[in-house]
């Protein structure tokens, strides 16, 4: 047999490189070659066509609140992939993080990794390449996050809730609540606030995050309401919070509702089943929701939905997308939200105004607009944490003048005939006062902190609004919401509560329907409890969830041996016992 044929044979024990790489480098050795050949010509490199810049980027640059020089670092920072961020919600999380960071390179987790200056969470910022070099810090991340004990969350969008300082007795809404990450970092706050007042006052607890021990027996008297919109988001809002909270859930409940006619359940309802207009007239002394009604709340996240170009390190399509037209369409949506927002805010209380946005259009314009209600004041961001409170943040200040642009980008003037289409709201105030107080406003720019952009105001309510008109926008968005298919909650009276643990125990129906599930048990606590079902507006709420849900055990659990209480035992806690028990048994 000659050689040809035992190749021929036998298969090739040598690794043939792919025809598409042999090609690439035949054609990269030629170029080569041809490059520095004697005869060849001198090789000549053009410069490249600078490639226009976007709508964006013509916008940001015709506007006034970024001097000439820090553009170039604006536009870099955006292009570049946002890092990481999270809050450690527990004191043994934070113990197993230190344990982690020891087993890093001592370069990695002393520079890559910070901790952020923000006071009450633990919070941590490290770029987005890390964990992928990291198995174990990625897969801590994943689990951690997916077992509730850190939550993911931008760090600018953190600053809203921090500047609101919420106290354990405060009633809290979040206005437009998805994703949800205010809403828990709301809860926590509140929870936090709960167990360091009982720290000072000789109870248990302590500050930073507790552990879920003592979160059981520990229920704040202030909750906080979650509302979204859209229905099919409200509900993953739910199962979200409701993943990361676990027990905390009992001082929680997500609704949904349009902002602009978001109900106050403290008013009387206007349609009463069963009574006439005129009865329940005379009987309420009026069917409005007038501005002498109390009002529910003392702290409120107005987190309005805005064209989202501060996200662009998130979600680059918005270059191509973006047009100030859609901006401006916008700025009406969010002041009615907002003068909503108001309305359901107690005298004293206060209200954080933000958007993910650089548009002074609806930023500063919608805060302008409502300083001349003269119901509320714009207040410094340092107002309620103290000049402690964003120690180490860098904000620039907001803008008293700003251009109002069209499509084209040229200025579109207050006067002109197409100006008069829009607004009037959307150019700058003429009352110099209110110019001036629109720098205690924050902008949040990308390269000072690394993040995206972001814009805040602290608003404190100093008067009701003087008629319904003000309160919000028309007389129709004081009305109650049409009624969807949600559920109701029906008290158990077989349930008894121990009176230091300050919660109250319902069942609910099935959606629309009449029929009552029994299969489970919400705990509440009671400021909640009383908000939800005692009121005499509580029937205007669309409830998607509230509480804590805890499973009632069936005959099947009895025979079995699952240990069983009047008052339910939470899903996870049957889940164990059972996993044990079968364990128990196979190795009988």
Same mark, same amino acid.
């Given at each position: 047999m000659?050689?040809?044929?035992?190749?021929?044979?036998?298969?090739?024990?040598k690794?043939?490189? @792919?025809?598409?790489?042999?090609?690439?480098?035949?054609?990269?050795?030629?170029?080569?070659?041809?490059?520095?050949?004697?005869?060849?010509?001198p090789?000549?490199?053009?410069?490249?066509?600078?490639?226009?810049?976007?709508? =964006?980027?013509?916008?940001?640059?015709?506007q006034? =609140?970024?001097?000439?020089?820090?553009?170039? &670092?604006?536009?870099?920072?955006?292009?570049?992939?946002?890092?990481?961020?999270?809050?450690?919600?527990?004191?043994?999380t934070?113990?197993?993080?230190?344990?982690?960071?020891?087993?890093?390179?001592?370069?990695? &987790?002393?520079? @890559?990794?910070?901790?952020?200056?923000?006071?009450?969470?633990?919070?941590?910022?490290?770029?987005?390449?890390?964990?992928?070099?990291?198995?174990?810090?990625?897969?801590?991340?994943? @689990?951690?996050?997916?077992g509730?004990?850190?939550?993911?969350?931008?760090?600018?969008?953190?600053?809203?809730?921090?500047?609101?300082?919420?106290?354990?007795?405060?009633?809290?809404?979040?206005?437009?609540?998805?994703?949800g @990450?205010?809403?828990?970092?709301?809860?926590?706050?509140?929870?936090?606030?709960?167990?360091?007042?009982?720290?000072?006052?000789?109870?248990?607890?302590?500050?930073?995050?507790?552990?879920?021990?003592?979160?059981e027996?520990?229920?704040?008297?202030?909750?906080? +309401?979650?509302?979204?919109?859209?229905v099919?988001?409200?509900?993953?809002?739910?199962?979200?919070?409701?993943e990361?909270?676990?027990?905390?859930?009992?001082?929680?409940?997500?609704?949904?509702?349009n &902002?602009?006619?978001?109900?106050?359940?403290?008013?009387?309802?206007?349609?009463?089943?069963?009574?006439?207009?005129?009865?329940?007239?005379?009987?309420?002394?009026?069917?409005?929701?007038?501005?002498?009604?109390?009002?529910?709340?003392? !702290?409120?996240?107005?987190?309005?939905?805005?064209?989202?170009?501060?996200?662009?390190?998130?979600?680059?399509?918005?270059?191509?997308?973006?047009?100030?037209?859609?901006? +401006?369409?916008?700025?009406?949506?969010? /002041?009615?939200?907002?003068?909503?927002?108001? &309305?359901?805010?107690?005298?004293?209380?206060?209200?954080?105004?933000?958007?993910?946005? =650089?548009?002074?259009?609806?930023?500063e314009?919608?805060?302008?607009?409502l300083?001349?209600?003269?119901?509320?004041?714009?207040?410094?961001?340092?107002?309620?944490?103290?000049?402690?409170?964003?120690?180490?943040?860098?904000?620039?200040?907001? /803008?008293?003048?700003?251009?109002?642009?069209?499509?084209?980008?040229?200025?579109?003037?207050?006067?002109?005939?197409?100006?008069?289409?829009?607004?009037?709201?959307?150019?700058?105030?003429?009352? #110099?006062?209110?110019? !001036?107080v629109?720098?205690?406003?924050?902008?949040?720019?990308?390269?000072?902190?690394?993040?995206?952009?972001?814009?805040?105001?602290?608003?404190?309510?100093?008067?009701? =609004?003087?008629?319904?008109?003000k309160?919000?926008?028309?007389?129709?968005?004081? +009305?109650?919401?049409?009624?969807?298919?949600?559920?109701?909650?029906?008290?158990?009276?077989?349930?008894?509560?121990?009176?230091?643990?300050?919660?109250?125990?319902?069942?609910?129906?099935?959606?629309?329907?009449?029929?009552?599930?029994?299969?489970?048990?919400?705990?509440?606590?009671?400021?909640?409890?009383?908000?939800?079902?005692?009121?005499?507006?509580?029937?205007?709420?669309?409830?998607?969830?509230a509480?804590?849900? +805890?499973?009632?055990?069936?005959?099947?659990?009895?025979?079995?041996?699952?240990?069983?209480?009047?008052?339910?035992?939470?899903?996870?806690?049957?889940?164990?016992?059972?996993? #044990?028990?079968?364990?128990?048994?196979?190795?009988?």
């Amino acid at each position: 047999m000659t050689t040809d044929e035992c190749h021929a044979e036998t298969p090739s024990l040598k690794h043939k490189r @792919s025809r598409s790489k042999s090609l690439v480098r035949a054609r990269k050795r030629r170029i080569h070659q041809q490059r520095h050949h004697p005869t060849c010509a001198p090789h000549i490199s053009y410069p490249r066509t600078p490639r226009p810049p976007s709508l =964006f980027e013509t916008y940001i640059t015709s506007q006034s =609140f970024l001097p000439p020089h820090e553009h170039h &670092a604006f536009f870099t920072t955006l292009r570049r992939p946002l890092p990481l961020c999270f809050r450690i919600r527990s004191i043994s999380t934070l113990h197993e993080w230190h344990s982690l960071l020891h087993t890093l390179p001592p370069h990695d &987790a002393t520079t @890559s990794i910070q901790r952020l200056p923000l006071h009450a969470p633990h919070t941590y910022q490290l770029p987005s390449h890390l964990p992928d070099l990291y198995p174990k810090l990625r897969h801590w991340i994943t @689990s951690r996050t997916r077992g509730g004990q850190i939550s993911r969350q931008e760090y600018v969008s953190m600053i809203p809730v921090h500047l609101l300082s919420i106290q354990s007795h405060h009633r809290v809404l979040d206005l437009c609540a998805s994703p949800g @990450s205010k809403t828990i970092q709301a809860l926590d706050a509140l929870y936090d606030s709960h167990h360091m007042s009982g720290a000072r006052g000789g109870g248990g607890g302590g500050g930073g995050g507790e552990e879920e021990e003592e979160e059981e027996t520990t229920v704040p008297l202030g909750f906080v +309401m979650a509302n979204e919109l859209d229905v099919r988001r409200a509900y993953v809002l739910a199962h979200r919070t409701r993943e990361t909270l676990k027990e905390r859930m009992v001082s929680m409940a997500v609704v949904t509702h349009n &902002a602009c006619r978001f109900p106050n359940v403290l008013a009387p309802c206007r349609r009463v089943h069963g009574q006439q207009p005129q009865q329940q007239q005379q009987q309420h002394g009026g069917i409005n929701s007038s501005p002498s009604s109390p009002k529910p709340f003392d !702290r409120i996240i107005c987190d309005v939905p805005c064209s989202g170009d501060g996200t662009l390190r998130k979600d680059t399509k918005i270059y191509k997308t973006w047009h100030p037209s859609y901006v +401006m369409t916008l700025h009406s949506l969010q /002041l009615r939200i907002a003068k909503r927002g108001i &309305a359901l805010l107690h005298v004293g209380g206060y209200m954080t105004y933000s958007t993910c946005s =650089f548009h002074p259009v609806e930023n500063e314009a919608v805060v302008a607009a409502l300083l001349l209600t003269g119901c509320v004041q714009l207040v410094h961001g340092t107002e309620l944490v103290g000049p402690k409170g964003l120690e180490g943040v860098r904000y620039r200040e907001g /803008l008293s003048s700003w251009k109002v642009l069209n499509d084209e980008c040229t200025i579109l003037q207050r006067d002109s005939e197409e100006g008069k289409e829009w607004p009037d709201t959307l150019w700058p105030p003429r009352e #110099e006062g209110i110019a !001036r107080v629109l720098k205690r406003c924050i902008r949040m720019v990308p390269q000072d902190n690394d993040t995206g952009g972001f814009f805040i105001a602290l608003l404190k309510k100093v008067k009701d =609004f003087d008629d319904s008109s003000k309160n919000g926008g028309s007389r129709k968005d004081v +009305m109650v919401t049409p009624q969807m298919p949600c559920h109701r909650l029906y008290e158990c009276s077989n349930v008894e509560s121990p009176s230091q643990e300050k919660c109250r125990y319902f069942v609910r129906s099935q959606g629309g329907s009449t029929s009552i599930s029994k299969s489970k048990t919400f705990k509440l606590s009671r400021g909640l409890a009383d908000y939800l079902c005692d009121q005499q507006g509580s029937s205007k709420l669309n409830l998607v969830y509230a509480g804590h849900a +805890m499973t009632q055990p069936t005959d099947h659990d009895k025979k079995k041996g699952i240990p069983t209480e009047k008052k339910g035992i939470p899903t996870e806690k049957r889940k164990e016992f059972q996993l #044990e028990k079968r364990l128990v048994d196979l190795s009988k």
